[in-house]
């Protein structure tokens, strides 16, 4: 009895999370119900969020060259080496190397990923990090990805590989992050060899095609069967033999020297490449993630001068008070310099 009623209360919130990007078949038993699903319910929010990811961006086009627009348009990403010019990348390099700071450490399989705010203080220590924030080609580039006019949340992250005695690294595996377009960049601090963990993007699969459709259709069917929890909290996996059928081919992995720029809509399939050794790689990384069914592309008061800055600490913050409730992956990590285990 107490059960029914607690659904009953809760089935206005779950449906109301269908217009929201909201993805966990796990937690919501609306977008995990396979009645529902089979009748389409996951195939629209995928095809309904990529249209109107697509008119968002027809109206961000201006704000990016062409070069960089029928780039990402074609490829679901945009590389470009040497961005900074080299003294402001030199300045920008030495201050986060000398920079300590308050630190975010999740642990995945054999793999620590550590994050530092790029809030005010950081941004005391690091004015160089002005010189990207401020550039015109990353404010375009970013938000025509994103498909939003909004400030992306930017971090100083780290990623140390092969931890000993520990399980494989899950992000090694191709996946897309939910099931509508976001935005994820990487300006690489130091070179990113080929058996050093590169970012790995599989051109093109951000496309929602016929073929791509009727794959997200399959899986939403047995996505809470096949014993993958990340799958079954939205972020379907993909095995690479699979891409043949959906028409895309084999991942590019990004093996590329310091001072690369990469922005990805993180629809596409990606990974984290596999590394042979252990290593640390340093970058700034931002992501900017919104409600998909959104038909505007600004009006986000957490992109206004004052408070953008301040959302990462917010964010964290947020989680550590309702940490029994929502959960919190990101463990604090003390004070320390980026890439110290």
Known sequence: MASALLRALLTPWWAAQLLTGAKSFLDNPLIGSDRLNRA????????QASRMAQERRRRLARHISDRDRLEFDRDGFICRENFLPADAFSRLREQIRSYAGPAREMVQGDTITQRYAIDPPAIRSIPAVRALTDDPRWRGMTRYAASFDIEPLLYIQAILSHRHDAPPDPQVNLHADTFHSTMKAWLFLEDVGSTEGPLTYVPGSHQLTTERLAWEHRRSLDVLTRGDRLSARGSFRIAQEELASLNLPAPTAFAVPANTLIIADT??????GPSSRPSTRIELWAYSRRNP???FTGLDPWSLPGIAEWRVPLHWLTHDIYRPLIGQPWAKAGRKRPGAD
């Open 40 to 47: 389409g319910l996951h195939r629209w929010r995928v095809a």
């Open 267 to 272: 629809f596409g399939f990606h990974a984290r």
């Open 293 to 295: 069914f959104l038909p």
